[in-house]
C-alpha cells in the first residue's frame, strides 16, 4: 500500500447468486482527495461502500485456476487481518442513518462516541466541536425526530466524524435533501478533505480520504477524481476536467421550438450519434470530427421545418455527456 493512500481496494468481487453485483474492481483513494463514484442504480456503488467498511465481506475471485483473496486497507491497516484497526478509521455514513428519534441531537452525538470509546472527559467538547462544525450546535436540545431531513443528514455526519476518522465512506448522502442543504454539505466535505485535522492529543493527522457516491453531476464535478461504475465494474476513472476532454468538440447544444419535433429532427441527423434533453435544450453528441458539417447542415435545414427560434451553437462537454456517452457503449 502507497504511504499516502488512505483507500486501497484490490480484486473486490461480490455476487448474490448470479447477479455480479461487483466484479474485479481496484480503487485507492488518497489523503486529501474526495474520489466520487458515479453510476446509475444498480451499478454497485453501495455494494462497494459496504465492502470497503466492512459491512460486507468480499468473495475470492479466480485467477486462471487459482482463487485468491480481495485485499482492502484502511489508512494503513488491512480491514480482514486487522479489522478493529481499520474500523476505528472509517467515518460512515449510509443512505438512511438511523437516528434515536426520541434522543435529542447532544444525546444521539453522546451515544456515538461512547460507542467510539471517547472518554467522558473528552465526548462533550468533541460532540460541540463537531456539532458546531456541521451546523447544528443552537439545536443541541432538540429531538432528532423532529429535524428536518437535511438536518438529520447533517447529524448522521457528525456521527460519522466524532471519532476523528482519516476514512469517511458516504453513499449518497444528500439524496432527498433540499439544494440549500445540498450546498451546506458539500462546503462541509470539501473542507473536511481540504483540512488536516487534530487528534485527540493535539497530535497532527493526515488529511482525511472521502470517497462518495451520489447521483447528481453537479456534485461530481466537486471531487477530486471520478469513478464511472456500470454493471459492477469500474469502466472509467480520472480527474473531472480530463474525463470532459474525452467529448471536445462532439457536443453541440440546440434550443427552439417545439422541442419535442427539435428532437426528433436532430436524432435523424447524419453524423449525430446520440440526443439528450436538458431541461429546455437539447445535447446532440456527435461523432467525431462531424461538428462543422452537423452545424452547417441543422443551421440550414431547421427553417424548413418550422422549428421556430432556434439556437445552435458547440459547448464544452459536461460530466452528463460523458457519462451517457459510457452507458451507450456498455449496451
Not at 473531472?240 to 419535442?260: A, F, H, N, S
Not at 439528450?276 to 452537423?294: C, I, P, S, Y
Not at 460530466?319 to 452507458?327: A, I, Q, R, S
Amino acid at each position: 500500500m502507497k504511504m499516502n493512500n488512505l483507500i486501497e481496494a484490490r480484486n473486490l468481487n461480490k455476487s448474490y447468486g448470479s447477479l455480479k453485483a461487483v466484479r474485479d474492481l481496484n480503487l485507492h483513494v488518497s489523503s486529501g482527495e474526495i474520489y466520487g463514484l458515479i453510476g446509475p442504480d444498480g451499478a454497485g456503488k453501495t455494494t462497494t461502500i459496504r465492502l470497503l467498511c466492512g459491512g460486507l465481506r468480499p468473495d475470492a475471485y479466480r485467477k486462471g485456476d487459482r482463487a485468491s483473496e480481495a485485499n482492502i486497507f484502511i489508512a494503513g491497516y488491512d480491514l480482514h487481518r486487522q479489522p478493529e484497526g481499520a474500523r476505528s478509521q472509517i467515518g460512515y455514513l449510509a443512505q438512511r442513518f438511523s437516528l434515536y428519534e426520541d434522543l435529542t441531537v447532544l444525546e444521539n452525538i453522546r451515544f456515538f462516541a461512547e460507542q467510539r470509546g471517547l472518554p467522558a472527559a473528552e465526548w462533550r467538547p468533541r460532540c460541540m466541536e463537531i456539532l458546531d462544525f456541521v451546523g447544528l450546535a443552537q439545536f443541541i436540545d432538540r429531538r432528532a425526530g423532529q429535524l428536518s431531513g437535511g438536518m438529520k443528514q447533517k447529524l448522521g455526519l457528525a456521527a460519522a466524524l466524532v471519532h476523528r476518522p482519516q476514512v469517511l465512506l458516504l453513499d449518497e448522502p444528500t439524496t432527498g435533501v433540499d439544494p440549500v442543504t445540498r450546498q451546506d454539505f458539500w462546503q462541509l466535505i470539501i473542507r473536511l478533505a481540504g483540512e488536516s485535522q487534530m487528534g485527540g492529543q493535539g497530535q497532527n493527522v493526515r488529511q482525511t480520504a472521502v470517497l462518495v457516491s451520489t447521483p447528481y453531476m453537479d456534485e461530481a464535478a466537486r471531487c477530486s477524481r471520478i469513478g464511472f461504475m456500470v454493471h459492477g465494474q469500474l469502466i472509467l476513472e480520472g480527474a473531472p476536467g480530463e474525463l470532459r476532454k474525452r467529448l471536445q468538440g462532439r457536443i453541440l447544444e440546440l434550443t427552439g421550438q417545439p422541442l419535442v419535433e427539435l428532437r426528433k429532427i436532430a436524432r435523424t441527423e447524419p453524423g449525430v450519434q446520440d440526443v439528450q434533453m436538458f431541461g429546455d435544450r437539447l445535447h446532440l453528441r456527435l461523432q467525431a470530427g462531424q461538428a462543422e458539417k452537423v452545424l452547417a447542415h441543422l443551421q440550414e435545414s431547421l427553417p424548413g421545418h418550422g422549428i421556430q427560434g432556434f439556437r445552435l451553437r458547440s459547448i464544452q462537454p459536461q460530466l452528463e455527456d460523458v457519462f451517457m456517452d459510457l452507458l451507450e457503449a456498455q449496451r
